[in-house]
C-alpha cells in the first residue's frame, strides 16, 4: 500500500484537512497524519485517529525506538501539508527541524506538496514569498493560495484551496513519482469550456465543451511546478488548486484574456471550444415570437481567430509561448479526423495540435478522452482512452521537451 503523509499545522483551515484526509484515504492510500502542537488545538488527534484509521504521530519522543522523526519520511512516497502556515513555511524552507513534522520534512526523499492558507498580508509579506521561492527551487510544489473569505470579514488571497482539488494534485504527483517538479518556475496559460455569443439577453449560440479537459491540464500543470492561469469560459467545476482562475463569456473576451496572461508566458494551451461565428446583432431586449409561423433569421459574423493570432503574434515579435491548439473534429466526405487535423495544424501554425474524435459527442462532458497529439515537426503521439489527466499529462511532456530545446 502507498504510504502518504499528511502534516497538518496550527491555521483555522486545519479543520479543512479532514476532508482531505478523507479522499486520500478512501482512495486506498496509508495516510499518517503527522499534526503541530498548535493543529492540535484545532483538531485533536482522536479525530485523526478515527478519520485514518492509524495512529496519529505527534511527536518524536513516541515510540522512540522506531525512530519516528526519520522513519516517517524515508517510507513515504508523498508528504502533503495542509494547511501550511506562513511560520511552517519558514521553518521548512530554512531546514529547522524543531518537531516531528519538521523532521519528516527534511527525512523525506519523496514528492513533498504545500498547500498554504493564512491572510493575505502574510502570504504576500517578502519574507513568506522569499521562502516560498527557496521551497520551489529546491523542487518542492507549494501551490498558490486560493481568493476568497478568509478568518472573520477579510477576504483575499491566501484561503486554503478545496481539499478536493488538493486530493488531485497529490494524486498527479503519486502517478509521477519522484523526480524534481519540471515545469517549476514556468508561467503557462491554460483555456477552457466553450464560449457563448448572446443573441438577446436569454439566448446564445454556444457548444457542449464542459471545460473539463482544460481543468485537467491547468491541474497537472500546477502539480509539476508551474504557476497556472486558466481562463475559464462558462465552466461549472470547482477551481483546480493553485491556480489563478481568469472567467470570461464570450470569444472576444476568451482572445483578450489569453492574449493579456500569455503575454510572458512560456506555453499556452488552447484547450477552449470557442464559437466560430457570433450574430452579426445583438437584441437588447428578448425576441419575441410572433403569430407568424417562420422563425427570425440570424445572421452571423466571424469570431478572431485565437490561436492563429497568437502564432501571428509570436511570428512577429521573434520568441514567445510553446503554442498549442486543440481541434475537436468529426470525419466527413472531404477527409478523415486525422486529415482534418493534419491541415488545421499546418494551417494555424501552431507547434503542437491535439485531435480529438468527437463523432457521436465522444469526448464532450466526459472524464474520459482519447486523442492523437500532431506536431509541427511531423511527429504525432497518439493517447488512448482514459483520464483527461492522462492525456494532459502527455500534453506537458511533450511541452517540457519543447521548452528544453
Known amino acids: 500500500m502507498t504510504e502518504v503523509v499528511l502534516g497538518v499545522a496550527g491555521g483555522i483551515a486545519a479543520y479543512k484537512a479532514c476532508e482531505l484526509l478523507r479522499r486520500l484515504t478512501e482512495s486506498g492510500l496509508d495516510v499518517t497524519v503527522v499534526p503541530t502542537a498548535s493543529a492540535l488545538e484545532f483538531v485533536g488527534a482522536p479525530t485523526w485517529a478515527a478519520l485514518s484509521g492509524r495512529p496519529v504521530a505527534t511527536d518524536v519522543w513516541t515510540n522512540v525506538h522506531e525512530v519516528p522523526h526519520v522513519a516517517l519520511g524515508r517510507r513515504a512516497s508523498l508528504v502533503v501539508v495542509a494547511p501550511a502556515t506562513a511560520d511552517l513555511l519558514g521553518r521548512a524552507a530554512n531546514g529547522l527541524a524543531p518537531d516531528l513534522l519538521t523532521n519528516t520534512l527534511l527525512t523525506a526523499r519523496c514528492p513533498i506538496l504545500f498547500a498554504p492558507a493564512m491572510h493575505t498580508e502574510m502570504w504576500e509579506h517578502p519574507a513568506t514569498q522569499a521562502n516560498v521561492a527557496t521551497l520551489r527551487s529546491r523542487g518542492v510544489v507549494v501551490l498558490e493560495p486560493a481568493v476568497g473569505r478568509l478568518t472573520g470579514p477579510d477576504t483575499g488571497k491566501g484561503r486554503l484551496p478545496d481539499p478536493a482539488e488538493i486530493a488531485e494534485v497529490a494524486f498527479a504527483l503519486l502517478r509521477r513519482g519522484a523526480g524534481a517538479p519540471d515545469l517549476a518556475g514556468r508561467r503557462v496559460v491554460v483555456s477552457a469550456g466553450g464560449t457563448r455569443e448572446f443573441l438577446d439577453p436569454v439566448r446564445f449560440l454556444g457548444n457542449r465543451s464542459s471545460g473539463r479537459q482544460g481543468y485537467a491540464?491547468?491541474?497537472?500543470?500546477?502539480?509539476?511546478?508551474?504557476?497556472?492561469?486558466?481562463?475559464?469560459?462558462?465552466?461549472?467545476?470547482?477551481?483546480?488548486?493553485?491556480?489563478?482562475?481568469?472567467?470570461?463569456?464570450?470569444?472576444?473576451?476568451?482572445?483578450?484574456?489569453?492574449?493579456?496572461?500569455?503575454?510572458?508566458?512560456?506555453?499556452?494551451?488552447?484547450?477552449?471550444?470557442?464559437?466560430?461565428?457570433?450574430?452579426?446583432?445583438?437584441?437588447?431586449?428578448?425576441?419575441?415570437?410572433?403569430?407568424?409561423?417562420?422563425?427570425?433569421?440570424?445572421?452571423?459574423?466571424?469570431?478572431?481567430?485565437?490561436?492563429?493570432?497568437?502564432?501571428?503574434?509570436?511570428?512577429?515579435?521573434?520568441?514567445?509561448?510553446?503554442?498549442?491548439?486543440?481541434?475537436?473534429?468529426?470525419?466527413?466526405?472531404?477527409?478523415?479526423?486525422?486529415?482534418?487535423?493534419?491541415?488545421?495544424?499546418?494551417?494555424?501554425?501552431?507547434?503542437?495540435?491535439?485531435?480529438?474524435?468527437?463523432?457521436?459527442?465522444?469526448?464532450?462532458?466526459?472524464?474520459e478522452n482519447a486523442a492523437v497529439v500532431l506536431a509541427d515537426d511531423g511527429t504525432s503521439t497518439t493517447v488512448p482512452q482514459g483520464p483527461k489527466e492522462a492525456l494532459a499529462d502527455v500534453v506537458w511532456d511533450l511541452v517540457v521537451r519543447r521548452l528544453a530545446r
Open 217 to 367: 491540464l491547468a491541474r497537472t500543470a500546477a502539480a509539476r511546478g508551474a504557476k497556472v492561469t486558466l481562463i475559464a469560459a462558462n465552466t461549472a467545476l470547482p477551481d483546480p488548486a493553485g491556480v489563478d482562475v481568469v472567467r470570461v463569456v464570450s470569444t472576444r473576451d476568451l482572445q483578450e484574456a489569453v492574449f493579456a496572461a500569455g503575454a510572458d508566458a512560456d506555453a499556452v494551451v488552447m484547450a477552449a471550444a470557442p464559437a466560430d461565428f457570433r450574430p452579426a446583432e445583438y437584441a437588447d431586449s428578448k425576441i419575441k415570437k410572433t403569430d407568424d409561423v417562420s422563425a427570425p433569421v440570424v445572421s452571423l459574423v466571424q469570431n478572431p481567430d485565437i490561436l492563429a493570432g497568437l502564432v501571428r503574434r509570436r511570428r512577429e515579435a521573434g520568441d514567445g509561448p510553446v503554442i498549442v491548439g486543440f481541434a475537436a473534429e468529426t470525419g466527413d466526405a472531404t477527409g478523415s479526423v486525422l486529415e482534418h487535423g493534419h491541415a488545421k495544424l499546418a494551417r494555424k501554425g501552431c507547434d503542437l495540435l491535439v485531435v480529438n474524435d468527437v463523432s457521436g459527442g465522444k469526448a464532450f462532458e466526459s472524464t
